[in-house]
């Protein structure tokens, strides 16, 4: 069975760090283009940051570019969001997926995911 398990969301004030995990099981990881999306109350889901699987290509929401670093560890089968320097609209549900498709960061492109892990960004 193809699965994606998040953790490592929670609590934290503006201006802080979380680092997020995601892990993989059931698919051949290496391979697969991976990302992390998020959706906040009301809003689309909007892709975070991607890292394709052959290339090593990574891409970034323009809101967390230099915020936010997306890693792999194809040992573990687990991918990273390390998010820096949070703030107030970073709120929101966490989600990591998977896919073997054509690398993209559009949540209609990926095909496995988790239940996602929430982030809430105050004081």
């Known amino acids: 069975q193809w699965q994606t398990v998040e953790s490592g969301g929670g609590l934290v004030q503006p201006g802080g760090s979380l680092r997020l995990s995601c892990a993989a099981s059931g698919f051949t990881f290496d391979y697969a283009n991976v990302g992390w999306f998020r959706q906040a109350p009301g809003k689309e889901r909007e892709g975070v940051a991607c890292l394709s699987g052959r290339l090593g290509t990574t891409t970034f929401a323009g809101s967390v570019r230099g915020r936010f670093a997306i890693s792999r560890d194809n040992a573990k089968t687990t991918v990273y969001l390390q998010m820096n320097n949070l703030k107030p609209e970073d709120t929101a549900v966490y989600y990591c997926?998977?896919?073997?498709?054509?690398?993209?960061?559009?949540?209609?492109?990926?095909?496995?995911w988790g239940q996602g892990t929430p982030v809430t960004v105050s004081s």
């Open positions: 997926a998977a896919d073997f498709r054509d690398f993209s960061c559009q949540p209609r492109d990926f095909a496995i």
